[in-house]
């Protein structure tokens, strides 16, 4: 793991929605070595308060200007001082950390990238990757609301077919973004590949306000990437639902595991960036630890920041799940 101990210099911090900002950061040694999907920790106060680093995915990573970019959301003390930095101001920052996503075949295939909420951010550099480097990709990007959702804009501009599903109705899908996503591999393993077709499975009710419409143009901010992904988990190139190879996933654990659900009813391999609060960022504490169960049925403590923040979704079995 490469540890950046440069600091970062502030080049913007600008408000997208209300309570949703995006920073863009010049920090040339830490953007050479990032991968999409490994994060940042900052510290985000003025006189160690709060005490402890927060962690970021990287939603923007370019290399060749050696800038990377964060979106947060504005929920407690620390993205609540992040909100008001100016830019010009050094930024205590360590990173790149944990694995990061990776693509598991050699020939250029099928993406599907699915966002729930801040989980969207770290697909972004992600999809500007798969499609530099070939891959088609489909994004289902899920929020409470409109105003919630970020980065299609950019999406659009990678050329990237994108759906959204909002939970108040106000744009897309009225439900959770799990239903286009079923309904699309639905489609897909109908056009000639298997599925273990289990209706109503893994996703909830909603309703189509806008049926069939792909959102690839739609305004949004802009995160710019030009990294590869590398290294990390080793799920390979599964059978695949006939419209998809792989999917990504970042968000809440509730929308990962029916995420998960879905891609083992279609029997997709599945890479998730899971979250949890963190203290070091490093391995050292085990506050990010987590319990999942492997395939064998064994459960295990993993470091998030450490082990992951991505996981092979075969090998991720949440306690919860049915
Ligand atoms: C690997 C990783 C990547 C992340 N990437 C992003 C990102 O790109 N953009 C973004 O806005 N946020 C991201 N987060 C979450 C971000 O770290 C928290 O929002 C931040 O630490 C909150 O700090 P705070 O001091 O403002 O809030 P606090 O005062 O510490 O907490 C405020 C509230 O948020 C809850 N909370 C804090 N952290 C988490 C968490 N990790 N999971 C669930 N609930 C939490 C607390 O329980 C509390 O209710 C990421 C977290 C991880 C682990
Ligand atoms: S945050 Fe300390 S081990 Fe992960």
């Known amino acids: 793991m490469a540890e950046n101990t440069e600091g970062a210099f502030l080049e913007k911090n600008q408000s997208l929605?209300?309570?949703?900002?995006?920073?863009?950061?010049?920090a040339p040694a830490l953007v050479a070595a990032a991968r999409p999907g490994q994060f940042v920790m900052l510290r985000l106060g003025e006189n160690w308060a709060p005490f402890l680093r927060r962690p970021f995915g990287l939603a923007g990573i370019a290399a060749?200007?050696?800038?990377?970019?964060?979106?947060?959301?504005?929920?407690?003390?620390?993205?609540?001082?992040?909100?008001?930095?100016?830019?010009?101001?050094?930024?205590?920052?360590?990173?790149?950390?944990?694995?990061g996503f990776t693509w598991p075949g050699v020939e250029p295939g099928r993406a599907a990238l699915v966002g729930g909420g801040m989980g969207i951010a770290p697909l972004l550099p992600l999809a500007q990757a798969l499609r530099q480097a070939g891959h088609q990709v489909s994004a289902f990007l899920g929020g409470a609301s409109l105003d919630r959702l970020f980065g299609l804009g950019q999406l659009g501009d990678l050329g990237c077919r994108a759906q959204i599903a909002t939970e108040d109705g106000s744009a897309g899908f009225a439900g959770l973004i799990t239903g286009p996503l079923e309904r699309y591999l639905l489609a897909g393993a109908g056009a000639g590949r298997d599925a273990v077709a289990a209706p109503g499975a893994d996703t909830a009710a909603g309703t189509d306000h806008a049926a069939g419409t792909d959102h690839a143009a739609a305004a949004g901010p802009r995160a710019s990437a030009d990294a590869d992904p590398g290294g990390g988990p080793g799920a390979g190139i599964g059978p695949g639902s006939g419209a998809v190879d792989i999917v990504y996933a970042c968000g809440p654990m509730p929308f990962l595991r029916a995420v998960t659900g879905l891609c083992r009813r279609f029997r997709l391999p599945a890479q998730v960036s899971l979250e949890e609060r963190m203290g070091c960022g490093l391995g050292a504490c085990m506050g990010c630890a987590v319990k999942i169960k492997d395939a064998s049925g064994t459960i295990q403590q993993r470091r998030i920041c450490y082990d992951g923040p991505v996981f092979d979704g075969k090998e991720v079995f949440f306690l919860d799940q049915p």
């Not at 929605?17 to 010049?26: K, Q, V």
């Not at 947060?72 to 990173?95: F, N």
């Open 64 to 99: 060749g200007a050696g800038r990377c970019q964060i979106v947060y959301r504005v929920v407690g003390e620390g993205t609540a001082q992040m909100s008001r930095w100016q830019a010009g101001r050094q930024v205590d920052i360590l990173g790149p950390l944990g694995n």
């Open 17 to 26: 929605a209300p309570g949703l900002y995006e920073m863009t950061l010049l």
